[in-house]
């Protein structure tokens, strides 16, 4: 069965260093997403994403987060300079034309 | 504005049903989730409803919709210790890119 993979499962990272989470969805998927959870709350919507351009962003998705599709497969969220408030789990979705929407299994990024 | 509520524990003895239980707050969504997240996994779909049914059965779960009161509920019949996980109600509003907004998440403990 197709599925969303994430990878790294965990990243460590320093305070002010770039990171880049990568995410393949699944292959006839249209509409690709990013999501975090800050350990214990919600799950919070950052970006989606879909014709190769943002369709929507949240206010968390600021000026340090971009997204790509680099190739047909990878779609990737970059976080420029890290803060300590951005350790979460950030789980990559994709969409099906059926309105299903599955979710890898997450990366989960420390910020020291 | 979007907002998702869901009680925050439940608890059951195994073999009994679970309900749980979700309110949410924008008149336009179309498809409303449950999803399940073990500790320390991703979400998995379980099912999800479109805006204009009242219910939707698969094998052991059933979902209820109250549109007028905008009130979603999750029956778990003859639950299991592996359904001990968080479960999430999500709402997906059309006019956006499908984004979901997520409730808080319910804590379901089975106890043998």
């Known amino acids: 069965e197709p599925e969303v993979t994430q990878t790294p499962s965990h990243q460590v990272t320093q305070m002010g260093q770039e990171v880049i989470l990568r995410c393949v969805p699944i292959s006839n998927h249209l509409y690709f997403y990013w999501y975090r959870q800050i350990l214990g709350q919600k799950v919070e919507f950052l970006v989606s994403?879909?014709?190769?351009?943002?369709?929507?962003k949240s206010e968390i998705f600021d000026d340090q987060f971009s997204v790509e599709r680099p190739d047909g497969s990878n779609f990737t969220l970059k976080i420029r300079s890290t803060k300590l408030e951005d350790s979460a789990m950030y789980f990559c979705?994709?969409?099906?034309?059926?309105?299903?929407?599955?979710f890898g299994p997450g990366t989960r990024l420390t910020v020291l | 504005g979007e907002d998702v509520e869901q009680s925050l524990f439940l608890s059951v003895r195994e073999g009994d049903s679970s309900v749980i239980n979700c309110t949410y707050t924008?008149?336009?969504?179309?498809?409303l989730y449950w999803y399940k997240q073990e500790p320390g996994a991703g979400l998995q779909l379980l099912t999800y409803i479109f805006s204009n049914m009242d219910m939707k059965q698969d094998q052991r779960l059933t979902v209820l919709l109250n549109k007028k009161d905008k009130h979603l509920s999750l029956r778990i019949a003859d639950t299991q210790t592996g359904d001990s996980a968080i479960y999430f109600c999500?709402?997906?509003?059309?006019?956006?890119?499908?984004?979901?907004?997520f409730g808080s998440g319910t804590r379901l403990l089975v106890r043998p």
């Open positions: 979705a994709s969409k099906a034309r059926n309105n299903e929407q599955f």
């Open positions: 924008d008149s336009s969504s179309t498809y």
């Open positions: 999500a709402e997906s509003i059309v006019d956006s890119s499908y984004k979901l907004i």
């Open positions: 994403f879909y014709n190769n351009e943002i369709s929507e």
